[in-house]
């Protein structure tokens, strides 16, 4: 904790380390109410750095001893966080012995305690807390570990790599040594040592190389571990047929641990999860924990390569490894899914996340100038607009030559920690593209706008757009823009140079005019397909083109799309309306659209469940000048029952058309019917009657799902009704037992839109089943209230000041955490002014909050500007 001003860091200050270390070879004796860890390293004086004295970083480490090249020695300087060996030899032997304290460890980084024994977290700066180092990226090494533990306590002994050699020691304990042959970033090390069982298979690599695969998660949890294990190996094939990468491990493990403050680690065959990317079984986890287990368990083996062979050179280039794995697992997960919706729900989580990121306080470039707390900078920026990135490169160049530069990217700098801009230049040499200009993505922080408008000239058959973008303070992006004509039948318009009957724009100019040729009829433009660049696309389209676009655009992102904003224009009237004292009026058309939704096949119901599901408040909010978010949401769902009114025949048929064929399978297909057949029962208890709620009791009773029970209980749980109550408390009766379906349960009750919202979760801060040194626990109770647009900004500030004090109450025991829960403050300047006055004096009661950590306090201060 500190109450100092906490230091900025920069890109531009940037310098090689001074010294490199070739080896590391640790030690780790676990006792029990400490651990010693023994650190043996093989210095050298990095010959490109003038600098006269090594310095090491630490934090909470009790220092025993220092020795060079075998020598005791106390010629050091020890700081609060820093150990400094001045007059050091070029090229010697360093021996570090620290007593570390895991046990008390409540911030969950380096080296911790859960309930079934020792776990690690290292990236981005925890290995500094379990031995004195030279922390960053750029210092890769060899590592060697041996572990000693209670046998009986600690049976299972982990570490990265492969197994060397084990045996037993004196009073019942036993040792283990593992060994990495690759060198590595100090921020991949990991050790496990716990009492664990195991799922063990194995997976032969194309090459005819067998790795062996174990699965490691708390005893009696083994019956949730298949779906994981069968994610991993598909994911071994995926990236071997996609982008030609094995396995380069004779061993790759992944640990499920129920403290965790991220998804899930990395760290080089050793992968550390938290249990909700690995635990699933049909009744206890929906087709959403399905796809996300896939999706998180790619990600991980993904970085293999991403990001472990080739690593970021400093942390401002993690959307290096981050980005460019997020548009991996992306390509995995629609290979594997359903492609028709993955680019949805991208898109949707892109606008829900990183858009109001990007324009609010903690905007910042995909690659950022400077930092204070590196850990408030795994954002959705780093993550989910890097990839867009990466993705608008392989739009830009096509998959072919996307192929090439990612072999040349790793022909170039296998083993290496680089930068953005070495990754473009594999990009750019690979496929002769000049992607000087393109770099500028790197550089903005900020959502760009594209406008669009497009004359049509009968007489010459031809179409004129004409595409602008607002500059930002780095000047003109290339912007690809995937473009299609739809004609009046509803098929799209060949025209020259179109591929499939569409074409990439690149727009690199503050305005461009592109010319079609020889276009009979007047077109409807269908813009920025597939979501091509992450901007915000304006075209006057009216109503009528929107419809158009709807019934007969040949991308489903744009069909989905042309609904979105339909849905989303007359949501943004109606809360005008209802801001005014009027009663909204919904345009009949729109019931003729969702009529046909609901008349969907099988095959594409999932997408049905996408176009049916109208835009989020928080995402129309950022739309909105000033936001009221009580006509906001009464706008929302006024129009959902209007909807259900009028549609109700036809949502009772298909909700009953759609009930289980048979035994539940997560295959997407039978996902796509049972997301169609949710978001229809959320319809018709829009009517709240007291059928419906039977209805959605009678399925949440007889369920033989996660998936079809927490629908019916996220439905009922949006009301006060006796049907809620019973069965809120029947979930918890039977899954208390389960941590990852308690976290469902105090979910539901967060996000719940009944008024009493606050009071309810208030009193679940003190429920057994709540625990505010677990971050799943956190994230499922106080982040999604954060995330409870209309609750969270009551008019009162109660929801402000209850956020306010838990993240005070959280900083002292895990500032990661705080911190990501005060992200939820970032866009309190769009409301009202009495709004702004309750969340502005919320913000300084944390911020003057005494000890408070630079976690927060750098969220904070920004928030305050």
Same mark, same amino acid.
């Given at each position: 904790m500190t109450t100092s001003t906490p230091k900025t860091i920069y890109l531009a200050d940037y310098t090689p380390p001074a010294f490199l270390i070739d080896t590391v070879d640790v030690d780790i004796n676990f006792q029990p109410d400490y651990a010693e860890v023994t650190a043996h390293l093989a210095v050298r004086r990095n010959p490109a750095v003038a600098a006269a004295s090594l310095v090491l970083d630490g934090e909470e480490l009790e220092l025993l001893s220092v020795s060079i090249d075998g020598v005791v020695t106390d010629r050091y300087t020890l700081g609060e966080n820093t150990l400094v060996l001045s007059?050091?030899?070029?090229?010697?032997?360093?021996?570090?012995?620290?007593?570390?304290?895991?046990?008390?460890?409540?911030?969950?980084?380096?080296?911790?305690?859960?309930?079934?024994?020792? #776990?690690?977290?290292?990236?981005?700066?925890?290995?500094?807390?379990?031995?004195?180092?030279?922390?960053?990226?750029?210092?890769?090494?060899?590592?060697?570990?041996?572990?000693?533990?209670?046998?009986?306590?600690?049976?299972? *002994?982990?570490?990265?790599?492969?197994?060397?050699?084990?045996?037993?020691?004196?009073?019942?304990?036993?040792?283990?040594?593992?060994?990495?042959?690759?060198?590595?970033?100090?921020?991949? #090390?990991?050790?496990?040592?716990?009492?664990?069982?195991?799922?063990?298979?194995?997976?032969?690599?194309?090459? %005819?190389?067998?790795?062996?695969?174990?699965?490691?998660?708390?005893?009696?949890?083994?019956?949730?571990?298949?779906?994981?294990?069968?994610?991993?190996k598909k994911s071994m094939h995926w990236d071997e047929q996609t982008y030609g990468l094995e396995c380069d491990l004779d061993h790759y493990m992944i640990v499920a641990v129920g403290d965790f403050n991220m998804g899930a680690m990395e760290n080089k065959g050793l992968n550390i999860f938290n249990t909700k990317y690995v635990l699933a079984r049909a009744d206890i986890a929906t087709d959403l924990d399905f796809e996300n287990i896939d999706r998180v368990v790619a990600h991980e083996y993904f970085h293999n390569w991403t990001g472990n062979r080739v690593t970021c050179r400093d942390w401002f280039q993690l959307s290096l490894k981050e980005g460019l794995t997020v548009f991996r697992d992306q390509e995995f997960g629609a290979d594997v899914h359903n492609r028709q919706v993955a680019r949805i729900h991208e898109v949707r989580g892109l606008r829900a996340g990183q858009f109001p990121e990007d324009a609010g306080p903690m905007a910042h470039p995909v690659r950022p100038a400077s930092y204070i707390e590196i850990n408030n900078f795994y954002t959705a920026t780093i993550y989910n607009k890097g990839a867009e990135v990466v993705r608008m490169i392989q739009?830009?160049?096509?998959?072919?030559?996307?192929?090439?530069? @990612?072999?040349?990217?790793?022909?170039?700098?296998?083993?290496?920690?680089?930068?953005?801009?070495?990754?473009?230049?594999? @990009?750019?040499?690979?496929?002769?593209?000049?992607?000087?200009? #393109? @770099?500028? &993505?790197?550089?903005?922080? %900020?959502?760009?706008?594209?406008?669009?408008?497009?004359?049509?000239?009968?007489?010459?058959?031809?179409?004129?757009?004409?595409?602008?973008?607002?500059?930002?303070?780095?000047?003109?992006?290339?912007?690809?823009?995937?473009?299609?004509?739809?004609?009046?039948?509803?098929?799209?318009?060949?025209? /020259?140079?179109?591929?499939?009957?569409?074409?990439?724009?690149?727009?690199? /100019?503050?305005?461009?005019?592109?010319?079609?040729?020889?276009?009979?009829?007047?077109?409807?433009?269908?813009?920025?397909?597939?979501?091509?660049?992450?901007?915000?696309?304006?075209?006057?389209?009216?109503?009528?083109?929107?419809?158009? =676009?709807?019934?007969?655009?040949?991308?489903?992102?744009?069909?989905?799309?042309?609904?979105?904003?339909?849905?989303?224009?007359?949501?943004?009237?109606?809360?005008?309306?209802?801001?005014?004292?009027?009663?909204?009026?919904?345009?009949?058309?729109?019931?003729?659209?969702?009529?046909? @939704?609901?008349?969907?096949?099988?095959?594409?119901?999932?997408?049905?469940? /996408?176009?049916?599901?109208?835009?989020?408040?928080?995402?129309?909010?950022?739309?909105?000048?000033?936001?009221?978010?009580?006509?906001?949401?009464a706008a929302r769902n006024s129009l959902r029952r209007y909807l259900a009114c009028q549609l109700e025949a036809e949502f009772r048929a298909c909700y009953e058309r759609l009930a289980p064929l048979g035994a539940y399978a997560p295959d997407s297909t039978s996902a796509g019917r049972r997301a169609l057949r949710t978001v229809c029962l959320g319809y018709l208890c829009e009517i709240d009657t007291v059928s419906y709620r039977a209805a959605a009791l009678q399925q949440f009773e007889h369920a033989d799902n996660m998936t079809d029970q927490f629908a019916a209980l996220a439905v009922l749980a949006q009301g006060?009704?006796?049907?809620?109550?019973?069965?809120?408390?029947?979930?918890?009766?039977? &899954?208390?037992?389960?941590?990852?379906?308690?976290?469902? &349960?105090?979910?539901?009750?967060?996000?719940?839109?009944?008024? /009493?919202?606050?009071?309810?979760?208030?009193? *679940?801060?003190?429920?057994?089943?709540?625990?505010?040194?677990?971050?799943?626990?956190?994230?499922?109770? =106080?982040?999604?209230?954060?995330?409870?647009?209309?609750?969270?900004?009551?008019?009162?500030?109660?929801?402000?000041?209850?956020?306010?004090?838990?993240?005070?109450?959280?900083?002292?025991?895990?500032?990661?955490?705080?911190s990501r829960l005060a992200r939820c403050f970032d866009r309190w300047r769009k409301f009202d002014a009495a709004r702004q006055a309750h969340a502005r004096a919320a913000l300084n009661m944390i911020h003057d909050h005494a000890g408070l950590s630079r976690d927060v306090l750098e969220i904070v201060a920004r928030a305050l500007g």
């Open positions: 007059h050091v030899p070029d090229v010697f032997r360093l021996s570090t012995v620290v007593r570390i304290r895991p046990d008390l460890n409540t911030r969950l980084s380096g080296l911790y305690r859960s309930a079934n024994g020792y #776990f690690t977290q290292c990236e981005a700066e925890g290995f500094r807390r379990i031995s004195w180092f030279t922390d960053r990226p750029d210092v890769m090494s060899r590592y060697s570990v041996t572990l000693h533990a209670d046998q009986a306590l600690l049976p299972c *002994l982990l570490s990265n790599g492969n197994p060397v050699a084990s045996g037993v020691e004196a009073a019942g304990r036993h040792w283990a040594s593992w060994q990495d042959p690759h060198p590595k970033p100090c921020y991949l #090390f990991a050790v496990v040592a716990a009492k664990l069982d195991v799922l063990r298979d194995s997976y032969r690599t194309t090459s %005819g190389r067998e790795v062996q695969l174990g699965i490691y998660v708390e005893p009696g949890r083994l019956d949730q571990c298949d779906h994981a294990m069968a994610a991993l739009t830009l160049i096509g998959r072919a030559a996307f192929r090439r530069g @990612m072999d040349l990217y790793f022909e170039r700098h296998d083993g290496q920690a680089v930068t953005c801009d070495e990754f473009v230049a594999a @990009m750019a040499d690979a496929s002769g593209h000049d992607l000087t200009q #393109f @770099m500028r &993505w790197y550089q903005q922080s %900020g959502t760009p706008h594209v406008k669009a408008s497009g004359v049509y000239d009968p007489a010459a058959q031809r179409y004129v757009l004409t595409l602008a973008q607002s500059a930002g303070v780095c000047g003109n992006l290339l912007i690809p823009v995937t473009v299609a004509l739809i004609g009046p039948d509803g098929l799209p318009l060949p025209f /020259e140079g179109s591929i499939d009957s569409q074409c990439v724009l690149s727009l690199s /100019e503050s305005s461009q005019q592109f010319t079609f040729e020889n276009i009979a009829v007047p077109p409807i433009p269908s813009l920025l397909r597939d979501f091509s660049a992450p901007v915000v696309l304006e075209f006057d389209y009216s109503d009528e083109a929107l419809a158009h =676009l709807l019934a007969h655009d040949t991308d489903p992102f744009n069909r989905w799309e042309a609904g979105q904003r339909l849905a989303g224009r007359l949501i943004l009237q109606a809360t005008e309306a209802i801001s005014a004292g009027l009663e909204p009026v919904w345009p009949e058309r729109l019931v003729a659209i969702v009529s046909g @939704m609901l008349a969907c096949s099988d095959e594409t119901a999932a997408f049905a469940a /996408e176009i049916l599901s109208l835009p989020g408040e928080a995402t129309l909010a950022e739309q909105l000048e000033v936001v009221d978010p009580d006509a906001l949401h006060s009704s006796d049907e809620s109550r019973l069965a809120l408390a029947e979930f918890y009766r039977r &899954w208390h037992d389960e941590p990852l379906v308690v976290d469902k &349960w105090l979910q539901v009750q967060a996000a719940s839109r009944c008024a /009493e919202t606050l009071a309810r979760v208030e009193a *679940l801060t003190r429920h057994p089943a709540f625990e505010l040194r677990n971050p799943n626990k956190v994230y499922a109770l =106080l982040r999604a209230f954060g995330g409870n647009h209309v609750r969270f900004h009551a008019a009162d500030g109660s929801g402000y000041r209850f956020l306010a004090a838990q993240i005070c109450a959280l900083d002292a025991i895990n500032p990661q955490v705080a």
